[in-house]
């Protein structure tokens, strides 16, 4: 009897904290679920605005950030209410759910060239390394561009960056809409690269044919080059501001901008824009400089050509270089600043490598040099003697291996 008493009051107590141990489950499951569909809503409201939750023909407000991932420099249109992305490898991010996902875009026409050039854009979802499509935004009105149709229904994200440079052709985006909803794009990566350079960052030729001629807008991909390639494979975010043609220095007076006079601004003169920039908006761990090619040219064409250290055009270029070196530090102490030759000059134009020497010597330790692969004329050359991607490729092992080295990435 006393065991049978025993035993019914051990199953009574099993009972009790099953009982208890179950309603505590359930009542963490519901915490959970409720605390899971704030988040969402939270989520939601914070890319929808005080619109009401919608699962269908979404569109939204390009100017919340908190929607809308922007890389590289961007131009906000107060006219039109537009956003500008000009500039090589800039552009947007965007998540949503949904099948679908379609783009308000206009770009310019280029006077430069002949034919129809317009700007060209690459399309990744979910993700991607490479590319999933490309695009030729070629309408100089605002018009529906799909960048992702027929999906399976889910939670997808499409980022989408401009292959042309700011010389040749604008590229503007007024509206996004979806048949889904949108939702917080993903983190941006914390590790920035800022990049100046000239034709050959932007891309120049880098997908024509090996040693073709004439340039046009669908065989420039800044994308495929260097600087943008070893910046895709460390993770991180690569802003770059390139011109064909843009020089360190000048030589002559009246002879137009130089790098130096628009690192700082947002520079499009297709529009007519030349707005400042706030450069505590985009704060590089890394700022990688490659210009020169330019400044040798330009002397080399009015017979100039005496680039020797200590001579007037190698001072010139030297003291414009020490003098933009003291600004990017100025403006980003931290940084680690990598400066480039090669692609089409060769390291018998020492200027980088001794200005380098110089500052390291004086202490500055946060300049670096890196020698770029020299471009073989007929084997990969792209257009007009500008380095095709494969070229490109070897160079961004070179940058990549460097960066690492002084950043420990």
């Known amino acids: 009897m006393r065991r049978s008493i025993l035993f019914i009051e051990e199953r009574r107590r099993f009972w009790r904290s099953r009982r208890s141990s179950f309603w505590g489950i359930r009542m963490k499951k519901k915490i959970l679920c409720i605390f899971l569909c704030l988040t969402m809503v939270g989520t939601l409201a914070a890319c929808r605005g005080s619109k009401p939750v919608s699962f269908s023909n979404d569109e939204m407000d390009i100017s919340d950030k908190g ?44 006077t430069v060239v002949s ?54 052709s604008t590229l503007s985006l007024s509206a996004l809409s979806t048949d889904g909803h949108f939702e917080t794009p993903p983190a941006k ?39 943008a390639m070893a910046a895709n494979w460390l993770g991180a975010q690569c802003s770059i501001i390139g011109y064909s043609g843009w020089r360190l220095a000048n030589y002559w007076p009246d002879a137009g901008l130089t790098v130096p006079d628009v690192y700082d601004r947002v520079y499009s003169p297709l529009r007519s824009v030349d707005a400042a920039w706030n450069t505590s908006d985009y704060i590089p761990d890394v700022v990688i400089v490659n210009l020169g090619t330019n400044d040798y040219a330009q002397c080399a064409a009015s017979a100039q050509t005496n680039y020797a250290f200590g001579n007037e055009q190698g001072e010139i270029f030297q003291n414009a270089y020490r003098d933009f070196i003291a600004k990017l530090q100025k403006s980003y102490p931290k940084a680690q600043i990598i400066l480039c030759n090669g692609a089409m000059l060769t390291d018998t134009v020492p200027w980088e490598k001794e200005i380098v020497k110089e500052l390291n010597a004086a202490g500055n330790t946060s300049v670096h040099y890196v020698q770029l692969y020299q471009t073989a004329i007929g084997k990969d050359n792209g257009t007009d003697g500008h380095p095709h991607w494969t070229a490109h490729y070897e160079s961004a092992g070179l940058l990549y291996a460097k960066i690492k080295s002084v950043t420990g990435w």
């Open 115 to 168: 034919g129809t050039d317009y700007s060209w854009v690459n399309v990744y979802l979910d993700g991607a390394m490479v590319e999933t499509s490309v695009l030729e935004i070629s309408s100089e009105q605002y018009a529906d561009f799909e960048l992702a149709a027929d999906l399976d229904e889910g939670r997808h994200t499409v980022k989408v960056l401009k292959r042309t440079e700011a010389q040749f």
């Open 189 to 227: 990566s914390e590790k920035k690269i800022e990049v100046y350079g000239d034709s050959i960052t932007c891309g120049y030729g880098s997908v024509s044919a090996i040693g073709a001629s004439g340039f046009k807008t669908a065989t420039e991909d800044g994308t495929r080059t260097y600087a």
């Open 67 to 110: 929607c809308v991932n922007w890389y590289g420099r961007t131009y906000a249109d107060k006219e039109d209410g537009s956003m500008g992305f000009d500039y090589t490898c800039s552009g947007f991010e965007v998540t949503f759910f949904g099948t679908s996902l379609t783009a308000r875009m206009k770009s310019s026409k280029t």
